[in-house]
């Protein structure tokens, strides 16, 4: 699916799980069971103790995005530039979602380091997951 002359995103849904991703290797892997988002750290800190069955994770790698953003000709947005060292500070958000009978309960986190990122990078990881 084209978003813009340059961002495809690959979606899929197979064995009960629906997935999007911004490169279709990891909609591939995913699938063949050849390990995915589970065994980066950036997700594991994301989601680290959001732990239990859920109806619904979602995570998205928002250093990545707005990396990205910026290699487009987000950082040329005048408006954008003078948040872009606040932006480039996000590193990623995971929620987790339950539904019950009566009651949808949320979860989630997000990732912010403690320095912004150079233009164009996705932040560095500055600290190990939390432990419970």
Known sequence: MRI???I??????????AALAGDPEGIQAL???DG??????LYQRATAGLDGEASLIAYVDIGGLVALGERLGLGED???ATFAGEFRRLE???ARV???DELLSTDARLLVSAEA????????????PPSD
């Open 4 to 6: 813009s002359s340059g």
């Open 8 to 17: 495809d995103l690959t979606y899929a849904v197979f064995d009960g799980i």
């Open 31 to 33: 699938a063949a069971g």
């Open 36 to 41: 995915g988002l589970d065994e980066t750290s």
């Open 78 to 80: 005048p408006v954008y």
């Open 92 to 94: 990623a958000l995971a």
């Open 98 to 100: 339950v539904a019950g």
């Open 117 to 128: 990122a150079p233009a164009g990078a996705a932040p560095a990881p500055t600290s190990p």
